[in-house]
């Protein structure tokens, strides 16, 4: 059944504009020790944009693999057009109409454009469909769409942004009238989530329902329309757009009142031993690989400085440079003072400079081994005696960090790739905290994150530098930037274009401004 607070206004967005082309009523799913759907209803009318928004481990993504037949519900029902349906398959999910654009795209690199599209669609098991004729579909496709792509292109060749448009056009010749988006923005560059919002626009003037799944909440109110919560599995409500707040539908995911979205501070004590002349890091004429032209800044212990700019202005590229995990072909790097040499993550780590990457799943992790070994991993030296690991030390210490940084872990023997996004970040800071870093560098710290493990997060940052740690912290969001940062460095094609200084007056267009110089 539904739980969570109900209101009118519930009742009123419950019912679409129009008959809804999908109507799920009551699912139910679970897994073994887990009940991961607890009766939720959702709708889809013609031409709606729904956000589907919740936690991780709200159950958002069981309700798509249901919808997309990748999981069977236990009960409830699925009707598309009034009609009911039974779902038992991917392919099932397509034919009636379902197109299912994961985070994760499903193309195949090595293949053109045109052949991922149709890729499935042929007539027969020996037929093909001719290639003057996949080129002429593909074409009417974007042009649908408004965009324009080679159809001949390879698709390893694509921009993350037009491998998008692909998996789309893809839908689109499956004559999916009900698409669902998950975090179609994680990894676009503002220009291009602009363009994605042409395109959703546009799909939804021609009648398609769509099912929008994003952590940006500025995403949500610029383009849904209404707005369905999962909290624990549960609905819990679903109003119109105009009738929330950023405050009240933080709210409703994470159930309890956030008095801000960023934690406040508590000042840094200046007379500390440990951050009295807050020195930290400094870098001047930073040069490497071609995107890294010029970088000098500094980041002082006891602050956070946010390194930002638009996707391909050198930012990660900067940090490996610090971090030694690529060449550095000129500039210095100093910390209190000290010059350092770094040739190697190795140098970086023994001098006490610590990377949490933007890709956590694929450099940050070791998915298939448990949370215990990925936070052992850089510190068997302090954990051996002998040649031999003392896994009860270890274990011990890994535990404080369980409770230091309520990571949610079932047992330290969890298999990290099992964790929600927010507890792998967690896992990651654990095992740098280990090390006693001094320098913590943050690549995009929430990217893929819930609202409410965000604040978790913000708090942990804001705790290292109440310690006299310093962070540099690269993102694109912009409101995380000004709602985080010190001081914030913009980059322009591998150089520096400006410096903020007073943060509570900067505004995302002056950031912008900059990044685009």
Same mark, same amino acid.
């Given at each position: 059944?539904?739980?969570?607070?109900?209101?009118?206004?519930?009742?009123?967005?419950?019912?679409?504009?129009?008959?809804?082309?999908?109507?799920?009523?009551?699912?139910?799913?679970?897994?073994?020790?887990?009940?991961?759907?607890?009766?939720?209803?959702?709708?889809?009318?013609?031409?709606?944009?729904?956000?589907?928004?919740?936690?991780?481990?709200?159950?958002?993504?069981?309700?798509?693999?249901?919808?997309?037949?990748?999981?069977?519900?236990?009960?409830?029902?699925?009707?598309?057009?009034?009609?009911?349906?039974?779902?038992?398959?991917?392919?099932?999910?397509?034919?009636?109409?379902?197109?299912?654009?994961?985070?994760?795209?499903?193309?195949?690199?090595?293949?053109?454009?045109?052949?991922?599209?149709?890729?499935?669609?042929?007539?027969?098991?020996?037929?093909?469909?001719?290639?003057?004729? +996949?080129?002429?579909? &593909?074409?009417? %496709?974007?042009? =649908? *769409?408004? #965009?324009?792509?080679? !159809?001949? @292109?390879?698709?390893?060749?694509?921009?993350?942004?037009?491998?998008?448009?692909? +998996?789309?056009?893809? &839908?689109?010749? %499956?004559?999916? =009238? *009900?698409? #669902?988006?998950?975090? !179609?923005? @994680?990894?676009?560059?503002?220009?291009?989530?602009?363009?994605?919002?042409?395109?959703?626009?546009?799909?939804?003037?021609?009648?398609?329902?769509?099912?929008? #799944?994003?952590?940006?909440?500025?995403?949500?109110?610029?383009?849904?329309?209404?707005?369905?919560?999962?909290?624990?599995?549960?609905?819990?409500?679903?109003?119109?757009?105009?009738?929330?707040?950023?405050?009240?539908?933080?709210?409703?995911?994470?159930?309890?009142?956030?008095?801000?979205?960023?934690?406040?501070?508590?000042?840094?004590?200046?007379?500390?031993?440990?951050?009295?002349?807050?020195?930290?890091?400094?870098?001047?004429?930073?040069?490497?690989?071609?995107?890294?032209?010029?970088?000098?800044?500094?980041?002082?212990?006891?602050?956070?400085?946010?390194?930002?700019?638009?996707?391909?202005?050198?930012?990660?590229?900067?940090?490996?440079?610090?971090?030694?995990?690529?060449?550095?072909?000129?500039?210095?790097?100093?910390?209190?003072?000290?010059?350092?040499?770094?040739?190697?993550?190795?140098?970086?780590?023994?001098?006490?400079?610590?990377?949490?990457?933007?890709?956590?799943?694929?450099?940050?992790?070791?998915?298939?081994?448990?949370?215990?070994?990925?936070?052992?991993?850089?510190?068997?030296?302090?954990?051996?005696?002998?040649?031999?690991?003392?896994?009860?030390?270890?274990?011990?210490?890994?535990?404080?960090?369980?409770?230091?940084?309520?990571?949610?872990?079932?047992?330290?023997?969890?298999?990290?790739?099992?964790?929600?996004?927010?507890?792998?970040?967690?896992?990651?800071?654990?095992?740098?905290?280990?090390?006693?870093?001094?320098?913590?560098?943050?690549?995009?710290?929430?990217?893929?994150?819930?609202?409410?493990?965000?604040?978790?997060?913000?708090?942990?940052?804001?705790?290292?530098?109440?310690?006299?740690?310093?962070?540099?912290?690269?993102?694109?969001?912009?409101?995380?930037?000004?709602?985080?940062?010190?001081?914030?460095?913009?980059?322009?094609?591998?150089?520096?274009?400006?410096?903020?200084?007073?943060?509570?007056?900067?505004?995302?267009?002056?950031?912008?401004?900059?990044?685009?110089?």
């Amino acid at each position: 059944m539904v739980s969570g607070p109900q209101t009118s206004a519930t009742n009123r967005a419950d019912q679409s504009p129009g008959q809804p082309l999908l109507q799920m009523r009551g699912v139910e799913k679970s897994f073994p020790g887990v009940h991961a759907l607890k009766g939720v209803d959702l709708n889809v009318a013609a031409g709606d944009v729904l956000a589907l928004l919740g936690e991780n481990g709200a159950g958002k993504s069981t309700l798509i693999k249901v919808l997309g037949g990748a999981h069977q519900p236990d009960s409830g029902t699925i009707e598309i057009d009034g009609r009911p349906v039974q779902i038992s398959s991917p392919q099932n999910s397509q034919r009636a109409g379902i197109g299912i654009i994961y985070q994760e795209f499903n193309l195949v690199p090595a293949m053109t454009v045109r052949e991922n599209i149709f890729l499935g669609q042929e007539p027969g098991r020996a037929s093909l469909i001719p290639a003057g004729k +996949e080129r002429r579909r &593909a074409r009417e %496709l974007f042009e =649908r *769409i408004g #965009v324009e792509l080679n !159809p001949d @292109a390879l698709v390893r060749d694509l921009t993350v942004a037009q491998q998008q448009v692909v +998996e789309i056009a893809k &839908a689109l010749s %499956l004559d999916s =009238r *009900i698409i #669902v988006m998950d975090e !179609p923005s @994680a990894a676009l560059s503002p220009r291009e989530v602009q363009g994605l919002f042409r395109i959703v626009e546009e799909l939804k003037s021609q009648g398609i329902g769509i099912v929008y #799944v994003s952590h940006r909440l500025d995403e949500i109110f610029a383009i849904c329309n209404r707005v369905t919560v999962l909290r624990d599995g549960a609905h819990i409500d679903t109003q119109p757009i105009e009738e929330l707040t950023r405050e009240t539908l933080i709210e409703l995911m994470v159930g309890r009142k956030l008095e801000n979205e960023f934690p406040t501070r508590a000042a840094i004590k200046t007379s500390d031993n440990h951050t009295g002349n807050r020195a930290g890091l400094a870098v001047r004429g930073l040069v490497g690989g071609p995107k890294v032209k010029d970088v000098s800044f500094n980041v002082r212990r006891g602050e956070i400085v946010a390194l930002t700019g638009l996707v391909g202005a050198g930012r990660t590229e900067s940090a490996r440079l610090i971090f030694g995990a690529d060449k550095r072909q000129a500039g210095l790097i100093t910390l209190d003072g000290k010059e350092l040499q770094i040739r190697s993550p190795r140098d970086a780590i023994a001098a006490g400079i610590c990377l949490l990457t933007e890709d956590r799943k694929g450099q940050g992790l070791v998915l298939n081994r448990s949370v215990l070994e990925n936070f052992g991993l850089p510190n068997l030296a302090r954990f051996s005696r002998g040649g031999l690991i003392q896994q009860k030390r270890e274990r011990s210490s890994f535990q404080s960090y369980i409770d230091q940084l309520q990571i949610k872990v079932s047992s330290p023997d969890q298999r990290a790739g099992n964790l929600s996004g927010g507890n792998q970040q967690k896992v990651v800071l654990a095992k740098w905290l280990e090390r006693d870093a001094e320098v913590i560098i943050f690549d995009e710290p929430t990217r893929g994150i819930d609202v409410g493990a965000k604040y978790e997060i913000y708090g942990l940052m804001h705790k290292l530098v109440e310690q006299g740690k310093a962070i540099l912290m690269i993102s694109s969001e912009l409101p995380e930037v000004l709602g985080m940062a010190d001081r914030i460095i913009v980059l322009h094609e591998g150089r520096v274009t400006g410096e903020i200084t007073d943060v509570k007056s900067a505004t995302q267009e002056s950031i912008m401004d900059l990044a685009v110089k």
